[in-house]
């Protein structure tokens, strides 16, 4: 699988009469954009031929349905209103595009070092981020949407699974709603585990379907941590970090593990 290959193969399963498809050659991008609304995504090619050489066909049909899912809401028209049980926070890197295409601001709250915070509007398999243009048009202030998204988030379950290796526990979150990595802001749900841990309590949420807590009771835990970290941040489609926080008195701090040495940094420093 390389590149073209690729791209002809997403063209042939996206095409519809009302689509068109720009290539980037420079970037090694593919833009696909609706004609009647010029709006549209644009999928970056060598991150899906590196997964689909992991994943095979899994990882096209995954970029498939998301793609299709984010083209069927562009153009629509939304709105906040009547639908505060369907908006929610959801964390991304702080890499992730500060802009919607149209290059209207996202509502984005800073989180850590490595991560922010934005909103979502829940609409059933997809979800659309809540820009500025759209709180400004429905009179919403960000305080109103922040309060809204907390009291949502807490009410999203908390089941973990549980892993033991090499005498460290560690607590698996993978509920695939699309707002697993986003528990990392639910603060009783870090309190308890805090609690149940015996060592020091590490969060990691290396992509957006997934948030991983350790109990690091030995050295080897933390080396067993940044294989698994790296492994889920390189296989999740919406990846956000590989490092982890150490999280102790409410706070995250990220870790950087090398070989059987780890360090915390501070955000401030």
């Not at 991560?115 to 305080?143: F, H, P, S, V």
């Not at 560690?170 to 699309?178: I, V």
Request: glycine residues 6%; negative net charge.
């Amino acid at each position: 699988m390389d590149s073209k290959k690729l791209r002809r193969i997403l063209e042939e399963r996206l095409k519809q009469s009302h689509r068109s498809f720009t290539f980037d050659r420079e970037r090694d991008e593919l833009r696909i954009e609706n004609e009647q609304s010029g709006k549209g995504i644009t999928i970056s090619l060598p991150g899906i031929v590196a997964k689909w050489h992991e994943k095979k066909e899994k990882a096209i049909d995954e970029v498939i349905y998301y793609a299709e899912e984010a083209l069927s809401v562009m153009g629509a028209d939304h709105s906040l209103s009547a639908q505060e049980k369907n908006i929610f926070p959801v964390i991304r890197s702080t890499s992730f595009p500060k802009e919607a295409a149209e290059e209207v601001p996202f509502f984005i709250d800073e989180h850590t070092a490595e991560t922010n915070i934005y909103y979502a509007l829940d609409l059933g398999k997809t979800y659309r981020l809540i820009d500025e243009q759209m709180m400004k048009k429905e009179g919403w202030t960000k305080e109103h949407i922040r309060e809204i998204a907390q009291f949502n988030l807490r009410s999203l379950k908390t089941d973990v699974k549980t892993d033991e290796v090499a005498g460290n526990k560690f607590y698996f979150l993978n509920t695939n709603d699309g707002y697993d990595a986003s528990r990392i802001l639910n603060d009783k749900f870090l309190k308890d585990m805090f609690e149940r841990a015996e060592g020091e309590m590490t969060v990691s949420v290396p992509h957006g379907d997934v948030l991983i807590v350790g109990d690091i009771r030995n050295e080897t835990g933390y080396d067993v941590l940044a294989q698994m970290t790296m492994s889920f941040f390189t296989s999740g489609h919406v990846p956000i970090t590989a490092l982890s926080f150490l999280y102790e008195e409410g706070k995250l701090e990220p870790i950087f593990i090398m070989a059987k040495n780890r360090t915390v940094g501070r955000e401030d420093e």
